[in-house]
Protein backbone atom coordinates (compact mmCIF):
# COMPACT_ATOMS: atom_id res chain seq x y z
CA UNK A 1 0.00 0.00 0.00
CA UNK A 2 0.87 3.58 -0.76
CA UNK A 3 0.39 6.81 0.84
CA UNK A 4 0.21 10.41 -0.45
CA UNK A 5 0.92 13.31 1.79
CA UNK A 6 0.97 16.50 0.74
CA UNK A 7 2.34 19.49 2.83
CA UNK A 8 1.77 22.76 1.26
CA UNK A 9 4.38 25.40 2.60
CA UNK A 10 5.00 28.87 2.36
CA UNK A 11 6.84 30.80 4.76
CA UNK A 12 7.38 27.95 7.04
CA UNK A 13 11.09 27.19 7.17
CA UNK A 14 10.98 27.52 11.31
CA UNK A 15 8.53 24.56 11.76
CA UNK A 16 9.10 22.38 8.06
CA UNK A 17 11.83 20.42 9.93
CA UNK A 18 9.34 19.04 12.50
CA UNK A 19 6.43 18.35 10.26
CA UNK A 20 9.18 16.46 7.60
CA UNK A 21 10.29 14.53 9.84
CA UNK A 22 7.29 13.33 10.89
CA UNK A 23 6.13 11.77 7.91
CA UNK A 24 9.46 10.89 7.24
CA UNK A 25 9.60 9.23 10.48
CA UNK A 26 6.92 6.66 9.88
CA UNK A 27 7.59 3.29 10.43
CA UNK A 28 5.26 0.04 8.74
CA UNK A 29 4.76 -2.00 5.83
CA UNK A 30 3.74 0.45 3.63
CA UNK A 31 5.35 3.15 0.69
CA UNK A 32 5.46 6.95 0.97
CA UNK A 33 4.89 9.62 -1.35
CA UNK A 34 5.37 12.56 0.05
CA UNK A 35 5.47 15.96 -1.56
CA UNK A 36 5.96 19.55 -0.62
CA UNK A 37 4.51 22.10 -2.57
CA UNK A 38 6.00 25.65 -2.05
CA UNK A 39 5.07 28.80 -3.29
CA UNK A 40 7.40 31.47 -3.38
CA UNK A 41 8.49 32.34 0.03
CA UNK A 42 10.55 35.54 1.82
CA UNK A 43 12.58 32.75 4.18
CA UNK A 44 14.32 29.46 3.32
CA UNK A 45 11.02 27.14 3.08
CA UNK A 46 12.06 25.99 -0.10
CA UNK A 47 15.61 25.35 0.38
CA UNK A 48 14.62 22.96 3.98
CA UNK A 49 12.52 21.11 1.92
CA UNK A 50 14.81 20.64 -1.01
CA UNK A 51 17.64 19.51 1.83
CA UNK A 52 15.42 16.90 2.93
CA UNK A 53 14.40 15.31 -0.54
CA UNK A 54 18.05 15.25 -1.40
CA UNK A 55 18.55 13.37 1.77
CA UNK A 56 15.73 11.19 1.12
CA UNK A 57 17.00 10.85 -2.46
CA UNK A 58 20.58 9.99 -1.71
CA UNK A 59 19.69 7.20 1.25
CA UNK A 60 21.22 9.90 4.18
CA UNK A 61 17.84 9.68 5.90
CA UNK A 62 16.90 6.39 7.65
CA UNK A 63 13.94 5.29 6.39
CA UNK A 64 11.38 2.78 8.62
CA UNK A 65 9.13 1.82 5.93
CA UNK A 66 9.14 -0.18 2.45
CA UNK A 67 10.25 3.37 0.13
CA UNK A 68 9.49 6.97 0.91
CA UNK A 69 9.73 9.10 -2.50
CA UNK A 70 9.84 12.65 -1.63
CA UNK A 71 9.23 15.30 -4.20
CA UNK A 72 9.49 19.47 -3.95
CA UNK A 73 7.00 21.10 -6.06
CA UNK A 74 7.74 24.77 -6.77
CA UNK A 75 4.61 26.85 -7.39
CA UNK A 76 5.29 30.39 -9.01
CA UNK A 77 2.54 31.82 -6.77
CA UNK A 78 0.62 34.86 -7.87
CA UNK A 79 -2.90 34.33 -8.62
CA UNK A 80 -4.61 31.01 -7.44
CA UNK A 81 -1.80 30.59 -5.00
CA UNK A 82 -2.49 29.76 -1.50
CA UNK A 83 -2.40 26.38 0.41
CA UNK A 84 -5.87 24.98 -1.10
CA UNK A 85 -4.52 25.56 -4.77
CA UNK A 86 -1.17 23.92 -3.13
CA UNK A 87 -2.97 21.03 -1.59
CA UNK A 88 -5.06 20.60 -4.98
CA UNK A 89 -1.65 20.85 -7.44
CA UNK A 90 -0.61 18.28 -4.92
CA UNK A 91 -3.14 15.64 -5.11
CA UNK A 92 -3.28 16.38 -8.77
CA UNK A 93 0.37 14.73 -9.04
CA UNK A 94 -0.42 11.75 -6.34
CA UNK A 95 -0.15 8.08 -7.33
CA UNK A 96 -1.23 6.66 -4.03
CA UNK A 97 -3.55 3.79 -2.92
CA UNK A 98 -4.61 6.23 0.41
CA UNK A 99 -4.24 10.21 0.07
Same mark, same amino acid.
Given at each position: ????????????????? *??? $?? @?? %?? /????????? !?? +????????????? *??? $?? @?? %?? /????????? !?? +?????????????????????????????
Amino acid at each position: MKFSIVTPAWNVATWLP *ATI $EG @VL %SQ /AGDFEIEYL !VV +TDPSPDDTVAVAK *AYA $EK @VR %SG /AYPIRCKNI !VM +TVIERSGGAGSGMYAALNDGFSRASGDVY
